[in-house]
């Protein structure tokens, strides 16, 4: 027996020391008793919902589990306590989200219907069968050019005709479901269902091409500036009504102009950063009369160009964002380069590039930061896996979804070290086929191992995942382990790791060290012991 009590102890000393190294328990000692309890309130919640929720048949969803794929379990996470308790959650930072990505689609939909002269066509003919293929083409018209043009669906429709956008709404055919049909057609070319994700296109590889429509489809709406401008406002008020109080969102500035509100595509890069900017000072304003001026700290962006450009046009970019950092040296936070790491260029396509940029940085006495996606794969030593090494050696502030690091010990090192922090999105990793579910997911190992990390969402208007409480929800029901410490751990990291200066990172971290009393005092409150 002495020997099974000596067994029991070494036991109790490797976990013991095994959890102290873990990013839950790594700060103990500074957490206060007050978060202690309201930990201990969400894990009882966790498992009996676990129990409950989790494991009841609902009659479209047979099999339910924590952390199960999103899009088929979003309904019953909807109900969940633990989702409730999590909107209430201050997020910190978003530091990892696609601008044209980030606004529910029927809200853009209602946006597009409001604005004259938004016209759409079709280049095939529309039917019941090809509805969720056949994608439509949105265009502004200057006034001159409006169509009298009433229907795409009915038979006489002429293919690549241009419609009003009212209209071809008020005439869709009752057969494809009259305006309801419409709008259900027009939101799924932007975003993708779960039998697209889990059925169709169930693969990184296959995903993709229904990703890359979506984009396509939504980019001519988005590219329309009065749209843009209302798009960033609710932008920012979705992103500050989910607990979010600052961003450093990519915009995709591939294409050198978008459309005016007079039908002429004439918008340059220059003014949409005075718009980003100008909508920025008025949610600032906004929510100072709300009395609410800390929640909202502000926003940058983070310059991208899709990595099909040559390495010429590439040129162009980097000079462009050049240009646009003297002129707003606030708002523009850093370079990447997005788009499918498996299928267009790799970095080391563009090391001649991306070095000459560094150089021209030190010549204007510039700092721009890469901030560059990698490892977003399942590849082992594939081209976009391959990408980790060229980020970390071009210098990466941080890395985008860095999905395959954790394979490799020296770049996890790396990370640790220097401090390189990985912007993590659940929720876009698994509807993009690289996990099948949430447990499966490396984001465990790579915090445990000591790598900074910030939640993100990537593209929640294409997944249905507005702001941050479902990412951070797969997250906490994944793991035993993670409890409330880990989560606040994440939101710190997402301040700590963003490119706000000093000070201003240090109001941030104040503020949401403020906020994350009020959370865990009302975590107690709400639904401690009574
Ligand atoms: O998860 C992602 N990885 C790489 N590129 C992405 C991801 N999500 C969106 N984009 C890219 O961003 C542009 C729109 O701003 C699109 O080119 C889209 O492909």
Same mark, same amino acid.
């Given at each position: ?11 109790? %000393? ?19 008793? +007050?978060?202690?309890? &309201? ?87 529309? %039917?019941?069968? /090809? ?19 009433? %229907? ?17 709404? /008020? ?19 932007? *975003? ?7 059925? *169709? ?8 091409? +229904? ?54 595509? /004439? ?41 099909? &450009? ?21 708002? !523009? ?11 267009? /260029? ?31 794969? *399942?590849?082992?030593?594939?081209? &976009? ?26 770049? !996890? ?77 994440? &939101? ?37 012991? +009574?």
């Amino acid at each position: 027996m002495a020997a099974l009590s000596e067994y029991h102890a070494q036991r109790n %000393s490797l976990i013991d020391a095994d959890l102290s190294l873990r990013r839950e328990y790594r700060n103990l000692h500074s957490r206060s008793s +007050k978060e202690l309890e &309201a930990d201990k309130i969400m894990r009882d919640i966790r498992a009996l919902e676990a129990k409950t929720v989790w494991t009841a048949d609902y009659p479209s969803i047979p099999h339910p589990f924590p952390g199960m794929e999103f899009l088929t379990g979003k309904s019953i996470i909807m109900k969940t306590k633990v989702f409730e308790i999590l909107s209430k959650m201050p997020k910190g930072a978003l530091l990892h989200a696609h601008l044209d990505a980030t606004v529910d689609i029927d809200f853009l939909l209602q946006l597009a219907l409001k604005q004259p002269g938004i016209h759409i066509r079709l280049h095939k003919p529309l %039917s019941k069968s /090809n509805l969720s293929t056949n994608l439509p083409e949105f265009r502004i018209l200057p006034q001159e050019q409006y169509s009298q043009v009433k %229907s795409i669906s009915d038979p006489t429709y002429s293919l690549q005709t241009w419609v009003s956008l009212v209209n071809a709404r /008020n005439f869709f055919s009752q057969e494809l479901g009259g305006m309801e049909g419409f709008d259900k057609w027009l939101i799924g070319t932007m *975003t993708i269902n779960p039998s697209e994700a889990y059925g *169709t296109y169930n693969t990184l590889a296959k995903i993709w091409d +229904k990703f890359g429509t979506v984009f396509q489809t939504s980019t001519n709406l988005f590219h329309i500036e009065p749209i843009f401008v209302e798009y960033v406002r609710q932008f920012f008020r979705s992103m500050i009504a989910d607990g979010i109080s600052y961003v450093e969102a990519r915009i995709n500035f591939t294409p050198k102009l978008m459309y005016g509100a007079d039908g002429q595509l /004439n918008v340059p890069h220059r003014t949409w950063l005075q718009i980003f900017e100008r909508v920025m000072n008025e949610i600032r304003e906004e929510m100072k009369q709300q009395s609410r001026g800390d929640d909202f700290i502000g926003a940058r962006i983070i310059y991208s160009v899709v990595r099909s &450009a040559t390495p010429e046009e590439l040129v162009w970019y980097l000079e462009d964002c050049i240009t646009l950092k003297k002129e707003y040296p606030h708002l !523009v936070a850093g370079f990447d380069l997005v788009g499918p790491e498996n299928v267009l /260029n790799p970095l080391i396509y563009y090391a001649e590039q991306l070095l000459r940029f560094q150089e021209r940085q030190k010549e204007e006495s510039l700092d721009i930061p890469f901030i560059f996606h990698a490892g977003e794969t *399942t590849g082992d030593g594939t081209e &976009a896996d391959s990408n980790l090494y060229d980020a970390i050696l071009l210098g990466t502030k941080r890395i985008g979804h860095g999905y395959s690091l954790h394979r490799h010990p020296k770049l !996890v090192e790396e990370c640790r070290q220097k401090g390189i922090a990985v912007e993590v999105c659940p929720i876009s990793n698994e509807i993009l086929r690289l996990t099948s579910s949430m447990p499966m997911h490396p984001l465990p190992a790579l915090l445990n191992y000591g790598v900074p990390v910030a939640l993100c969402s990537d593209d929640p208007a294409v997944f249905g995942s507005m702001g941050l409480t479902y990412d951070f929800f797969q997250v906490f029901v994944a793991s035993e382990i993670t409890g409330l410490s880990t989560l606040g751990a994440l &939101a710190r990291d997402s301040i700590e790791f963003s490119t706000l200066e000093k000070a201003e990172k240090e109001r941030a971290l104040g503020v949401f060290e403020r906020r994350w009393s009020e959370f865990v005092e009302y975590i107690v409150v709400e639904y401690g012991a +009574k």
